[in-house]
């Protein structure tokens, strides 16, 4: 009983209403045009001119549904109304003539089930309460209308049961056209080829953004966060005995946090759509310009950093290309940070640019400069911490080198990191397209 009758057969015999009500300026229509060929007669006093009209304007319900928002405003509906999941149903304007023809099929069933639902709605109630209604009400049994339940010599008593099943039958129609309705619309109104392809690429470009804020949070924080809390504890061990060191290590943490500060800034602000860039805005830092910075604040911590740089060819590190100079200070930032969390004692930092082994896009922008193609490589050794020393235990598969990994990948370049021998390495490859900046 509650498929005939319940809260979603109820919703589903509504929204049929609705299709018979959107079809009646076509029927009309159709009206007008069937009574002025058949030589002017008014086509609502006949039946089968009333058919003729109704078969007529269902193509033409097909053809306007070809065009405007048709498939948008019928997902809305049936989702609302049908309880069809949402999942099944496409969102958007239909953009493919394939699925405007779908949408144009789902429009002519849903209008031309409609119409006959709503006027089976409109016509057996009164219909059915007349019959049920003559065995009590005398002048019903007089009503001569041509059929045998309303004359004198009809059995009065048979009329309620034709009235009941009358009622019934109008359930049983209104139940089964919106399970039918509801069965198709996934067919007709589900998504085609072209809008899976779409929805998984806006899933993907939304993943790459996540993915890329979570990249810039996590260096910029965590870094700061490990390089502020081993200067505060060198400073902490050094109060008595060289107050000089404890005003260095302040400073380091005092110019650390105002750079994560304009940062974290500039990261917020890609979480905010449509917020275009300020001018105030904190440049993304880079080799050339913040690699010395970095190193004198991993220096205050108290860690030892050696650091060799080679920019060979390009000169120095602002010959680089911007997007491998950006990158390439990101991974030397989390390296130092992985070294502070997890190593102990000195670490030994390389930077250089050297022949590289060619990769095609490499090879094809060198051919075209006539220039060899390079690479960026970065080389980080330092002693892991002791088993019982108070640091974390190192791995090589934490968010932090994952992330450098998934920035060497964007410029088809590489990230190793793991014991070597008795020191922790990490090894960082960019290809730099022959010198192309």
Avoid: K
């Amino acid at each position: 009983m509650n498929r005939l009758l319940g809260a979603r057969a109820r919703w589903r015999w509504v929204h049929q209403i609705l299709g018979g009500a959107l079809l009646m300026p076509y029927f009309l229509l159709m009206q007008v045009v069937v009574g002025v060929v058949a030589g002017g007669v008014n086509a609502l006093d006949s039946a089968p001119l009333s058919l003729l009209a109704y078969a007529l304007c269902l193509p033409l319900v097909a053809a306007t549904a070809l065009f405007g928002p048709v498939r948008p405003m019928s997902v809305a509906a049936v989702r609302a109304m049908c309880g069809v999941p949402g999942e099944a149903l496409a969102d958007g304007p239909a953009t493919s003539w394939a699925a405007r023809g779908r949408a144009s099929a789902w429009w002519t069933l849903h209008l031309g089930t409609g119409a006959l639902i709503s006027g089976m709605t409109l016509a057996v109630p009164p219909m059915a309460v007349a019959l049920i209604a003559v065995p009590f009400v005398g002048r019903l049994r007089d009503v001569r209308l041509g059929y045998g339940w309303f004359t004198t010599d009809a059995t009065p008593y048979a009329a309620p049961l034709a009235g009941v099943g009358l009622l019934a039958g109008l359930v049983l129609c209104a139940a089964g056209a919106g399970w039918l309705l509801a069965r198709t619309a996934p067919v007709l109104l589900g998504p085609t080829p072209a809008d899976r392809l779409a929805a998984a690429e806006e899933r993907a470009s939304d993943l790459a953004v996540r993915n890329r804020l979570a990249r810039e949070l996590h260096d910029a924080v965590g870094h700061a966060l490990s390089a502020v809390t081993l200067q505060a504890a060198a400073a902490r061990r050094m109060l008595e005995r060289d107050p000089e060191f404890v005003r260095e290590a302040l400073a380091a943490i005092e110019d650390t946090t105002r750079r994560t500060v304009g940062e974290l800034d500039a990261v917020l602000g890609l979480l905010r759509d449509g917020d275009p860039a300020r001018p105030d805005a904190a440049p993304a830092p880079t080799l050339a310009t913040d690699l010395d910075g970095l190193l004198t604040r991993t220096r205050a911590g108290g860690t030892t950093v050696t650091a060799h740089q080679d920019p060979g060819p390009v000169g120095d590190w602002a010959g680089l290309p911007a997007i491998a100079s950006r990158e390439a200070y990101r991974i030397v930032q989390e390296g130092l940070s992985n070294a502070l969390r997890h190593g102990t004692g000195p670490v030994d930092l390389r930077i250089r640019v050297r022949a590289g082994s060619g990769t095609a896009a490499a090879t094809a922008t060198a051919t075209a400069h006539d220039t060899a193609p390079r690479e960026l490589e970065i080389t980080m050794t330092n002693p892991p911490a002791a088993p019982d020393a108070d640091r974390e235990p190192r791995s090589g598969g934490g968010r932090g080198l994952r992330g450098a990994a998934e920035r060497a990948a964007l410029l088809g370049g590489s990230v190793e990191a793991g014991p070597r021998g008795d020191r922790w390495r990490l090894r960082a490859v960019l290809p730099l397209a022959g010198g192309d900046r």
